[in-house]
Each structure stands twice: as structure tokens, then as C-alpha cells.
């Protein structure tokens, strides 16, 4: 077997065809990859459960371009957003080993003895979901549900018309930005990651429109940079709850956790005001313009 960890590759939407035909293009590449990284999920199992739900993402996003209502697609939607679940476990066990370990090089003291012992903890828990996740054939049931769906792609409801591709990435870019200001103004964990979900969505559709030009390049680069933010305020929401959940910790030990993620947390919020400032300004605009020039009058 390969022993190189797996990939999901960077695919972007064909102009040349009609609408329709490059969205089918594009799905049955993202299923492909999703298939071959699972089929290393035994020798491999962080990376594969991590890349497969990468490519659960950028599919699902996929539709949203396609469908942003996600009605015609809805049924499709759901079965990958279950596919994502079974896989949960696995890839969040590890993240959660990952976050712990960042915080450590922050704490001081008693933290840092109190961090060291919840990392070895963590990286314990993580490999136990790895083996559940294999031994409950888990990766399986993702691997025929995959298999499932790339038989029936040409069967998909999608527009012929690269106008309304337009529109889905348009309110896309409405959505994450509305998103990110509830979630900034609030300080809220749980709503600044519904606004990290649109942003994901948002990068994926500039990397499926890069035909568009540079513009669109830099832009889900910096999208990236954001996506990475949001993702770690996010993660140090999930350690914080796993363990007050895991009883691991007393009171005192809980307080200076506790005390060190809120700090991290707020530093990453400044990054993250920042960020957001810099990308839905004039440079959505400019993005419109782009999108436009490039797709605005093919039509299938």
C-alpha cells in the first residue's frame, strides 16, 4: 500500500463546458480522492478521516454554489453531511491532542505540568477513536456511501447556466461576512463557527472559480488565513468543553485552562476582526466584477 499520506487535490470548474456538465466534472473528482484517502484508513487513519471530510466539505460546498438553498440537492447534502459525522470521532480526537499540545508552549508553571498530563491523555483518547472508528466499520459505511453517490452523479439536478453559479457564490459572500460580524460583536464560539462554515464554503468556491484570474487566487489564499483562525478559536472551544465533560481535572485545574484558552481566544479574535476587514471590503466587489467577466454570459 501507498505510504504517502492521502490528498484531496485542489480542483477548479471547467468554463469551457457547459454549467452542468463541469459541476458533474468536479463532483466525480472530489469522489475519487475521498475514495482513494479512505482506502489508507487502516494504515493511516488522522490523515485519511482528515482528508476525507476535506473533501466532504469542498463537495458540499460544491452544491451550495450549485443550489444555495440547497432544496434540489438537499438529499445529497444530508448523506454527506452523515458521512462527515461517522468520521467525527477519529479526526476530532486528534484535533483535540493537537490544540492541547499548541497551548503548551503559553502555560507556565502548574499549566504547563496540567497541560503536559492532558496531552498524554488526549493522544490516548485519539488513538482509542481511531480504532473504534475502523473497528465499527465506519470508514466502510463512508466508503459505500461515496461509492453510492458517484453512480448516481449524472443523475443530479444541477444548473446549466454559469449565471446562476454567480448568484449561489455572491450569497455565499453575504452570508460569511453577516456571519462573522454576529459572531465578533458577540464573542460567541458557537456562532463565529457557523460564520467559519461560510467561509470555508466561500474559499472552496473562489478555488472552483479560479478561472476567474489572480484575483480569485490571493483571495482564497487570505480566505485560508481565516479559515485557520476561526478554526483554532473553535478547537480551543471544543478542548475546554471536552474537558470539563471528561472530569479529569478539580476546580482549581479546570480555572487555569479555562483562563489560558479565553486568553488565547481573544488574541485570536483580533486576528480574526482583522482578517475579515481586510477581505469583505471593496475586494468583494472587485471579486463580483471578476466572476462576471469570466462566467456571467456562458450558459450551457
Same mark, same amino acid.
Given at each position: 500500500?501507498?505510504?504517502? !499520506?492521502?490528498?484531496?487535490?485542489?480542483?477548479?470548474?471547467?468554463?469551457?463546458?457547459?454549467?452542468?456538465?463541469?459541476?458533474?466534472?468536479?463532483?466525480?473528482?472530489?469522489? =475519487?480522492?475521498?475514495?482513494? =484517502?479512505?482506502?489508507?484508513?487502516?494504515?493511516?487513519?488522522? @490523515?485519511?478521516?482528515?482528508?476525507?471530510?476535506?473533501?466532504?466539505?469542498?463537495?458540499?460546498?460544491?452544491?451550495?454554489?450549485?443550489?444555495?438553498?440547497?432544496?434540489?440537492?438537499?438529499?445529497?447534502?444530508?448523506?454527506?453531511?452523515?458521512?462527515?459525522?461517522?468520521?467525527?470521532?477519529?479526526?476530532?480526537?486528534?484535533?483535540?491532542?493537537?490544540?492541547? *499540545?499548541?497551548?503548551? @508552549?503559553?502555560?507556565?508553571?502548574?499549566?504547563?505540568?496540567?497541560?503536559?498530563?492532558?496531552?498524554?491523555?488526549?493522544?490516548?483518547?485519539?488513538?482509542?477513536?481511531?480504532?473504534?472508528?475502523?473497528?465499527?466499520?465506519?470508514?466502510?459505511?463512508?466508503?459505500?456511501?461515496?461509492?453510492?453517490?458517484?453512480?448516481?452523479?449524472?443523475?443530479? !439536478?444541477? @444548473?446549466?447556466?454559469?449565471?446562476?453559479?454567480?448568484? *449561489?457564490?455572491?450569497?455565499?459572500?453575504?452570508? =460569511?461576512?453577516?456571519?462573522?460580524?454576529?459572531?465578533?460583536?458577540?464573542?460567541?464560539?458557537?456562532?463565529?463557527?457557523?460564520?467559519?462554515?461560510?467561509?470555508?464554503?466561500?474559499?472552496?468556491?473562489?478555488?472552483?472559480?479560479?478561472?476567474?484570474?489572480?484575483?480569485?487566487?490571493?483571495?482564497?489564499?487570505?480566505?485560508?488565513?481565516?479559515?485557520?483562525?476561526?478554526?483554532?478559536?473553535?478547537?480551543?472551544?471544543?478542548?475546554?468543553?471536552?474537558?470539563?465533560? =471528561?472530569?479529569?481535572?478539580?476546580?482549581?485545574?479546570?480555572?487555569?485552562?479555562?483562563?489560558?484558552?479565553?486568553?488565547?481566544?481573544?488574541?485570536?479574535?483580533?486576528?480574526?476582526?482583522?482578517?475579515?476587514?481586510?477581505?469583505?471590503?471593496?475586494?468583494?466587489?472587485?471579486?463580483?466584477?471578476?466572476?462576471?467577466?469570466?462566467?456571467?454570459?456562458?450558459?450551457?
Amino acid at each position: 500500500m501507498d505510504a504517502r !499520506p492521502p490528498t484531496i487535490a485542489e480542483h477548479a470548474l471547467d468554463p469551457s463546458l457547459p454549467a452542468d456538465e463541469a459541476l458533474r466534472q468536479l463532483a466525480r473528482a472530489l469522489l =475519487a480522492d475521498m475514495s482513494r =484517502a479512505l482506502d489508507t484508513f487502516d494504515t493511516m487513519p488522522a @490523515p485519511a478521516a482528515h482528508e476525507t471530510r476535506k473533501g466532504i466539505k469542498a463537495l458540499r460546498a460544491l452544491l451550495r454554489l450549485a443550489d444555495p438553498a440547497c432544496g434540489q440537492l438537499g438529499d445529497i447534502d444530508t448523506q454527506l453531511r452523515d458521512s462527515a459525522a461517522l468520521l467525527a470521532g477519529a479526526r476530532e480526537a486528534r484535533v483535540l491532542a493537537g490544540t492541547l *499540545g499548541d497551548l503548551v @508552549p503559553r502555560a507556565r508553571g502548574t499549566a504547563a505540568a496540567l497541560l503536559a498530563r492532558l496531552c498524554r491523555w488526549a493522544d490516548e483518547y485519539a488513538t482509542i477513536a481511531e480504532a473504534e472508528a475502523l473497528g465499527h466499520r465506519r470508514a466502510a459505511q463512508v466508503a459505500e456511501i461515496l461509492l453510492r453517490l458517484a453512480a448516481g452523479v449524472d443523475n443530479w !439536478p444541477l @444548473p446549466d447556466a454559469w449565471p446562476h453559479l454567480i448568484k *449561489g457564490a455572491k450569497r455565499t459572500v453575504r452570508r =460569511a461576512r453577516q456571519r462573522l460580524a454576529k459572531g465578533l460583536a458577540s464573542g460567541d464560539a458557537e456562532e463565529l463557527h457557523a460564520a467559519r462554515r461560510w467561509v470555508v464554503r466561500h474559499r472552496y468556491h473562489l478555488g472552483f472559480l479560479a478561472a476567474a484570474g489572480r484575483l480569485t487566487e490571493t483571495r482564497r489564499k487570505r480566505m485560508q488565513d481565516l479559515r485557520d483562525l476561526l478554526g483554532r478559536h473553535h478547537d480551543l472551544h471544543d478542548a475546554r468543553q471536552t474537558i470539563a465533560r =471528561a472530569g479529569l481535572v478539580d476546580g482549581a485545574e479546570f480555572a487555569a485552562i479555562d483562563s489560558l484558552v479565553c486568553s488565547e481566544q481573544r488574541r485570536l479574535e483580533k486576528k480574526i476582526a482583522r482578517a475579515a476587514d481586510r477581505l469583505f471590503d471593496g475586494d468583494s466587489r472587485r471579486l463580483a466584477r471578476a466572476l462576471k467577466a469570466t462566467f456571467g454570459k456562458k450558459a450551457g
